[in-house]
């Protein structure tokens, strides 16, 4: 066991920005590993984020359908989105609901922030339970940016989701972890 003691952390050598974007950055890192070896690291640079398991009044769990241009495929999921510079992760989470369901989130409890690909992007997810969540309004259609977000809300019942966990048609990550938790 005490080999796995050792001090693992690369360090950063040189580094250069090789995109600089709306929602991500990129840089190329050379680093120095533990070993005294180098090597070249792509980091991803994101500024986090917030997912929200909300329940209504009435116990229904508010998710939603998406189309996620990377994987080319309509997502179930629960709400998300990004943190806007200085946004506390609460004030995003109520803000994203709102934005993109139109529900206004009663008693909020944060459950974990979880990194959503550590291989090569910094991104934090900041996972929250919503309870008591009201419907308030019809969804903005827009994001933050004013562009057009391509949502559905969907309501499902606890049990409805776990089959669909099983059943392989909800399998986004964020999701997936926020139905398990205890």
């Known amino acids: 066991m005490e080999k796995y003691m050792n001090d693992l952390r690369e360090k950063k050598v040189d580094g250069e920005a090789k995109y600089r974007g709306r929602i991500i950055n990129v840089r190329l890192d050379e680093v120095e590993l533990p ?3 180098r090597s070249f690291r792509e980091v991803v ?3 986090g984020a917030v997912a929200l398991l909300g329940e209504t009044v009435d116990g229904e769990l508010v998710l939603i359908r998406q189309f996620r241009y990377p994987t080319g495929e309509t997502l179930i999921e629960i709400p998300a989105g990004k943190l806007e510079n200085g946004e506390s992760p ?3 989470v109520r803000r994203e609901m709102m934005e993109e369901t139109g ?3 009663g008693d909020l409890e944060l459950l974990s922030g979880i990194y959503s690909t550590p291989g090569f992007c910094d991104e934090v997810i900041y996972i929250f339970r919503g309870y ?4 308030i309004k019809e969804p903005a259609g827009e994001d933050e940016n004013g562009d057009e977000e391509n949502l559905h809300t ?3 019942t606890r049990e409805e989701a776990m089959r669909m966990i099983k ?3 909800i399998y986004d990550a964020k999701t997936v972890i926020a139905l398990l938790w205890p």
Do not use: A, T, V
């Open 132 to 135: 008591n969540l009201e419907y």
């Open 45 to 47: 640079e994101h500024p």
């Open 35 to 37: 070993s005294g070896n």
């Open 103 to 105: 529900y206004k989130i």
């Open 167 to 169: 059943s392989g048609e």
């Open 154 to 156: 969907l309501l499902l």
């Open 90 to 92: 609460e004030d995003c």
